[in-house]
């Protein structure tokens, strides 16, 4: 089970296997969602921008989100 530290300014280095896992490109910038479980506890999850002239194409998934 790989650890991470927080530093003193609260951000963590994840350590490349855990990057690989995500699929998260080497070296560029990357965006993750912390998503609280229903547990209680948090998950990290890839994600993606979506370009506005394509959010129409997902507006029902997201409104199905945000009832929850």
Not at 31 to 34: A, D, N, S, Y
């Given at each position: 089970m790989p650890y991470v530290r927080?530093?003193?300014r609260g951000r963590i280095t994840l350590p490349r296997p855990v990057r690989r896992a995500?699929?998260?490109?080497?070296?560029?910038?990357a965006?993750?969602?912390?998503a609280r479980t229903r547990r209680g506890t948090y998950e990290l999850l890839p994600a993606a921008s979506i370009?506005?002239?394509c959010l129409w194409l997902c507006e029902?998934?997201?409104?199905?989100?945000?009832a929850d």
């Open positions: 927080i530093d003193p995500l699929g998260l490109p080497p070296g560029g910038d965006m993750l969602v912390l370009p506005h002239p029902e998934e997201i409104d199905d989100g945000a």
